[in-house]
């Protein structure tokens, strides 16, 4: 969706008038912030007008070809059932990643998994990690338009929406025509969730009451193709793929386990307004990835929208695209960096508070620092080689999209 004839404001009070939920203080802060992220954004693209049509006459993004994307319920239900159906069709594509990388990418939407599962190590708890998966994000949304033929909003996930209406109760899960597919089938199921990472305290999750194959829904025949690489299960083990590599051909439904309980504890408005007042990008990164408040075992709103999402492939870090709620989350986590980055433009996107981490997990093994001149390439997603500073705005570089 691009802002036309409409005003960004008067599109603004459409998408308020649409979002009738119930709100907390907190939430109302949170989106007294967009608004202003979206004023920043809105003054900073006229100013960049007039500067660059003196200049050349042409500027690239503009408020008349600006993409806006925006929360899924504030979609109409039309848009909701094109953006499915064109997943559901580029999981029909042939995939561009030869069988002698992965012989379990057997569709486009496969190219996508079997190139975060690649890169998983080098692309969580790194420096890169906010500018790849933006990068990742709009590539998607590039095949969803150009393959399949989408043309409505790409769709974010607002989890502190969830986490007050309950899950299964929003139109992202209520398991309509018009969702995202909705719980897996109850299970039984015993043990808790516990996630352990190099440095970091064990953390106990609870289960949901799903943890089975989704039913009903655009996505019931759902196919995940690849993994486990490190898929957490009940009672505390984790599980790798039969064959041992995670992009051998492994073909299994798509399974949810859906817990309100996750959701409401690491990823509500409380939560996510922490996340956005932090002052530096390092803590900014660490509390989103939840390794800055180590004593009390957080996850983040990164970490805890995955394993609200349970099941497989919602607990394993490096399958988690072939869930299609994967886009929408990080659609969430890009808002957040984005709103993040609009309160000071000047030294957050490409100043001296934009980018810090290395090149690997928590920096095992050790390597160099990432910066704004560091490289990024997708596999078999895209060809093109990128380097951060070309991903750090949303208004320049590749991109012409805010967020609503």
């Not at 990068?135 to 949304?141: L, Q, R």
């Amino acid at each position: 969706m691009k802002i036309t004839s409409i005003a960004l404001g008067a599109l603004l009070a459409v998408q308020a008038s649409c979002a009738a939920l119930p709100r907390n203080d907190d939430y109302t802060e949170l989106e007294n912030l967009l608004r202003q992220a979206q004023e920043t954004a809105e003054a900073e693209l006229a100013a960049s007008a007039n500067t660059t049509q003196k200049r050349t006459g042409a500027p690239k993004c503009t408020l008349q070809n600006l993409s806006i994307r925006r929360e899924w319920s504030t979609l109409s239900k039309a848009d909701r059932k094109a953006y499915t159906a064109a997943c559901n069709c580029l999981a029909s594509k042939p995939p561009k990643t030869p069988a002698s990388f992965a012989t379990g990418a057997k569709s486009r939407w496969d190219d996508y998994t079997a190139t975060h599962i690649a890169q998983t190590p080098f692309i969580h708890f790194t420096g890169n990690f906010l500018s790849w998966h933006r990068w990742f994000i709009y590539n998607m949304e590039q095949d969803l338009r150009n393959v399949c033929g989408y043309e409505g909003p790409m769709p974010y996930w607002d989890w502190a929406q969830t986490a007050m209406t309950g899950l299964q109760k929003h139109a992202l899960f209520d398991g309509s025509d018009t969702s995202m597919s909705g719980d897996g089938e109850h299970v039984e199921q015993s043990g808790d969730i516990l996630l352990i990472q190099p440095t970091l305290p064990v953390v106990t999750l609870p289960l949901g009451n799903g943890g089975g194959c989704i039913k009903s829904g655009p996505f019931k025949n759902w196919k995940v193709n690849m993994g486990p690489q490190q898929l957490s299960i009940p009672g505390g083990a984790v599980v790798g793929a039969p064959s041992g590599n995670p992009l051998d051909y492994n073909p299994r439904c798509l399974k949810r386990d859906l817990t309100d309980a996750i959701n409401r504890r690491y990823a509500n408005a409380t939560s996510v307004l922490q996340t956005i007042f932090e002052k530096t990008i390092v803590n900014f990164q660490a509390r989103m990835q939840g390794n800055l408040d180590l004593v009390n075992g957080e996850i983040g709103i990164h970490g805890g929208p995955h394993l609200t999402l349970g099941g497989d492939p919602g607990r394993d870090v490096g399958v988690s695209p072939s869930d299609p709620m994967f886009f929408l989350h990080h659609g969430g986590i890009d808002r957040a960096w984005w709103i993040w980055q609009m309160m000071d433009t000047k030294n957050r996107v490409y100043g001296n508070n934009a980018i810090n981490g290395t090149g690997t997990f928590l920096n095992l093994p050790p390597s160099p620092p990432q910066t704004l001149d560091s490289t990024i390439e997708l596999a078999h997603v895209s060809d093109k080689v990128v380097k951060i500073r070309d991903l750090m705005s949303t208004t320049a570089g590749p991109f012409c999209y805010i967020y609503v």
